[in-house]
């Protein structure tokens, strides 16, 4: 397996007034090529500025950061980020959402709109092309700004809890529909949620990071033939997973 995202001794400090507060702590993750991973933890202990890291957006204090073989000294552009606010314009079309990087990267136009109308309808919003963010539910807009993310073929995906204010039925759908787009290319990808049963769904591994300061406590492989059915979730290895993950996390 070829790693793709390797962090070494990754530590991030803020300046708070005088004090100075350690969001992560000695850092050490690789993710392989084509691997799903998502770091699950409390609130606050780190997860965003992980993800943050990753894709160049935030330096780390100490340690090194390194994806596909080279050195992350600036924010990448092979990356597609989907952030936990869907951050869509209401004033652009979704299929507009969809190309509006395509068009600051100054693509040709055609070929992004053929794209995402391919990948709009993959995530189930054909015929919605044309409408404005505003008329879609908390579930479609996030759909449309995973097309947005998948649009220019990265090869990394990010995503910083990007269901989390969805209704439970709602996210179990969505889950399925990212499992679905994903499995069709599989490119890396590093998910931030608080869910237990969709790191479970979703990933290859499932990190659990800890709190003050933030650490990856424990790593846990999920190994669940794919694609996963829905009702996957209801057989004994899907729960004896659930459970490993709540009694190390401490919720649930
Ligand atoms: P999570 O995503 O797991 O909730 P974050 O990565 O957002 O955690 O934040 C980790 C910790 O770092 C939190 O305590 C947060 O308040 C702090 N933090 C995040 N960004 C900043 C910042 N720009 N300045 C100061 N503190 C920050
Ligand atoms: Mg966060």
Redesign the pocket.
């Known amino acids: 397996m070829t790693p793709h995202v390797e962090l070494r001794g990754v530590t991030k400090s ?1 300046r ?1 007034r005088a004090d100075v ?1 350690v ?1 992560l702590q000695d850092v050490d993750l690789t993710v392989n090529a084509s691997e799903f991973v998502s770091v699950i ?1 409390p ?8 993800l943050m890291i990753v894709a160049g957006l935030i330096s780390p204090t100490a340690g090194l950061v390194h994806v596909a073989g080279a050195r992350v000294l600036r924010p990448l552009t092979d990356v597609g980020i989907v952030f936990q606010s869907d951050l869509l314009f209401d004033w652009r079309t979704v299929l507009g959402n969809v190309t509006l990087q395509a068009e600051v990267r100054g693509q040709d136009k055609r070929q992004a709109r053929a794209k995402a109308i391919g990948l709009l309808k993959r995530a189930g919003l054909e015929g919605f092309e044309d409408r404005r963010p505003w008329e879609l539910s908390g579930g479609m807009r996030q759909r449309v700004a995973i097309c947005r993310a998948l649009l220019h073929d990265a090869s990394i995906l990010l995503m910083d809890e990007p269901f989390g204010a969805l209704d439970a039925l709602t996210r179990d759908q969505m889950n399925f529909v990212l499992q679905e787009i994903w499995s069709e290319d599989r490119r890396t990808a590093i998910l ?1 949620t608080h869910s237990i049963s969709e790191a479970v769904f979703l990933s290859d591994r499932v990190l659990v990071m800890s709190a003050r300061p ?1 650490r990856i406590a424990r790593t846990i492989a999920v190994d669940l033939p794919r694609p996963r059915p829905v009702d996957v979730r209801e057989s004994p290895e899907f729960l004896r997973y659930q459970r490993l993950l709540r009694d190390e996390i401490g919720y649930g």
């Open positions: 803020y708070r507060f969001a933890g609130s606050g202990c780190g997860k965003s500025t992980l931030v933030g």
